[in-house]
């Protein structure tokens, strides 16, 4: 039984994907199998270098670093969309799972909840 | 700044289709102001894509690690009080 958290919308623009991820912490600090993927616009949350001192909200990238602590499995990037806004190693967060088939990812969950 | 004809204030990411709908309506004489989501427009050098002045606000785009593009976006990124001359030296303003 595992659980996959699909985020596709940018962050700092709306609440939606904080709501999801909380959703997927909460999931595996119950011992649930949750993993995270990051597609379309979502796929900027994982860009290092985020410094949101100026538009005072705290930086999704800060949160995600929590993941693994959380016991979250796995953090996934769709690689179309991580190519479509430039998404290079160098400035994608550690521990980043880049896939093609985001279909099949889905399929091989049990319960998949997209955020917003 | 010579004056604006139009300033076109965009804070939709790229993919929403208000964003292309704000692009085909840009007429010479305008400018895009990209500002919350919008900014992610940067990666994709839509700055270059388009016949008009192109502005970032500066704390969406390093709030976003979008200030550390190797490339430098050739949007002039302005902070709060240029944008407020932007809008003021503009003769109309559209808020997509």
Redesign the interface.
């Known amino acids: 039984m595992s659980t996959l958290i699909v985020i596709d919308q940018?962050?700092?623009?709306s609440w939606a994907g904080r709501e999801a991820l909380d959703m997927a912490f909460s999931l595996a600090a119950f011992d649930q199998s949750v993993s995270l993927l990051f597609t379309?616009?979502g796929v900027?949350w994982l860009?290092?270098?985020?410094?949101?001192q100026?538009?005072q909200?705290k930086?999704v990238?800060r949160n995600l670093a929590a993941a693994s602590v959380f016991g979250v499995e796995a953090i996934y990037a769709d690689e179309a969309a991580s190519r479509?806004?430039?998404l290079m190693p160098d400035?994608t967060m550690a521990g980043v799972t880049v896939i093609k088939d985001r279909a099949a990812l889905l399929r091989q969950h049990s319960h998949v909840a997209f955020a917003g | 700044m010579s004056d604006i004809k139009t300033l076109h204030i965009l804070?939709k990411?790229?993919?929403h289709p208000r964003t292309q709908q704000c692009l085909e309506a840009l007429n010479p004489g305008d400018a895009l102001l990209l500002i919350?989501?919008a900014v992610?427009a940067i990666?994709?050098s839509v700055e270059a894509e388009v016949a008009v002045p192109v502005f970032a606000l500066?704390?969406?785009v390093?709030?976003?690690?979008?200030?550390?593009?190797p490339r430098g976006a050739s949007a002039s990124l302005v902070d709060f009080p240029v944008m407020v001359n932007l809008t003021a030296s503009a003769q109309n303003v559209i808020s997509w």
Do not use: H, K
């Not at chain 1, 860009?47 to 949101?52: A, E, G």
């Not at chain 2, 390093?62 to 593009?69: E, I, K, T």
């Open positions: 940018p962050p700092y623009g379309g616009a900027n860009r290092t270098y985020q410094d949101t100026e538009i909200q930086s990238e479509l806004y430039r400035n | 804070n990411p790229p993919e919350e989501n992610l990666t994709m500066a704390p969406d390093v709030a976003r690690g979008l200030g550390q593009s």
